[in-house]
């Protein structure tokens, strides 16, 4: 039996990557698909193979009325997410929900409330904690063979033709760089760093919005003390492209990763000048099948809402007032 999954939203992420990684997860259907437009909708669900009998929605509430679809992927602007994802709770379905997972505290907390009430699971959409290559260096580091980590940086920014994209607006975003990419290197931040140094306790930043000078960050430099000392820095930037870094310095061990946060599971890794060895495995695949899993009770949520609450309290700390 496989678990019927519709997705809220045709836009770039479920269209290249989420609705082709589903056809890889054991166990998931795409089941139906919702959008402000019946021919978008109905495109996507012929092109990706949706399987309900009616698999094209434009209306929410007719969506989740479908008693067999069973959970749902949301893909919407960052400020769309709690209703939808409250409104997917209530109707008692399962919720794999987008980073960042609200623009708000009180947003994310409803959410997680809301889940926690209607006994659904709910999993954030952190697909880099799938990178098999992220996942030897935290293994290696969970277990101590690096050392204990005394620092580490993230890198990565792209370059935006406009600012026409919603996360440049407060109608709905509230981060640009920082909700596009910096809510992923949060989140690996604090995942490789929190077993040897607590949670994050201080956080400071940079924020420019000279080019364009809207209401969100152009380029964010933010910086997270961990509370055994470990400092760890992040910078994301939509006014240029560069190749992505995350590097970590521990006691025994350099670590260098090229171009591994993105969307495709490559890049490289050097361990104390030696390439680390890894598969090149889809990380969307693996975010989607822990979902799944969880939802089957063979897996715990390996993102769970905890983690996706402390990410957008982090970010409103990096960047208090739009
Ligand atoms: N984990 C990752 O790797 C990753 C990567 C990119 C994005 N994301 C997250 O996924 C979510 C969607 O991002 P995206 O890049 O896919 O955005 P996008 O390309 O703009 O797509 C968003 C989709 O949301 C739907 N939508 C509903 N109401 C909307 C409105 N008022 N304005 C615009 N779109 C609306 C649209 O689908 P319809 O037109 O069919 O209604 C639209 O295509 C965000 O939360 C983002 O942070 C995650």
């Known amino acids: 039996m496989s678990i019927n999954v519709g997705i809220i939203g045709t836009g770039r992420i479920a269209d290249m990557q989420l609705a082709p990684a ?8 795409l089941w139906s698909i919702l959008s402000r437009d ?3 909708a109905a495109d996507f669900a012929a092109r990706h193979g949706a399987k309900a009998p009616v698999n094209a929605h434009t209306s929410l509430a007719a969506f989740l009325a479908d008693p067999s679809l069973e959970a749902v992927i949301i893909a919407t602007p960052d400020a769309l997410h709690a209703a939808q994802a409250i409104a997917a ?3 008692g379905k399962h919720v794999l ?3 960042p997972m609200a623009t708000t505290l009180a947003d994310a907390i409803a959410i997680a409330d809301t889940c926690t009430e209607e006994r659904v699971k709910l999993a954030i959409a952190y697909h880099l904690r799938w990178h098999d290559g992220h996942q030897r260096i935290a293994e290696m580091l969970h277990a101590g063979t690096l050392g204990q980590p005394r620092y580490a940086r993230a890198l990565w920014t792209w370059k935006a033709d406009d600012n026409s994209n919603w ?3 407060p109608e709905l975003g509230r981060w640009w760089g920082l909700a596009g990419v910096g809510t992923h290197c949060i989140d690996l931040l604090r995942w490789m760093l929190m077993p040897q140094c607590g949670e994050v306790t201080g956080c ?8 364009y000078g809207g209401p969100h960050d152009e380029t964010a430099s933010v910086s997270l003390q961990f509370d055994h000392g470990t400092v760890a820095d992040l910078t994301t930037s939509v006014v240029f492209s560069a190749p992505s870094r995350f590097e970590l310095y521990c006691d025994d061990a350099a670590v ?3 171009n591994t946060l993105g969307p495709t599971g490559a890049g490289s890794i050097l361990v104390n000048n030696a390439p680390l ?24 949520v390996a993102v769970p809402a905890a983690e996706g609450i402390r990410n957008v309290e982090l970010l409103l700390d990096a960047s208090p007032s739009e």
């Open 167 to 169: 996360r440049a607006h």
């Open 89 to 91: 709770a209530r109707a």
């Open 204 to 211: 400071s930043s940079v924020i420019d919005t000279s080019l």
């Open 277 to 300: 060895e890894f598969e090149i495995k889809n990380p969307y695949v693996g975010e989607i099948q822990n979902f799944i899993d969880s939802i089957e009770g063979k897996a715990r």
């Open 97 to 99: 929900l987008e980073k």
């Open 38 to 40: 019946n021919k978008r």
């Open 22 to 29: 589903m056809q890889q997860v054991a166990g998931a259907r």
């Open 256 to 258: 260098i990763c090229e």
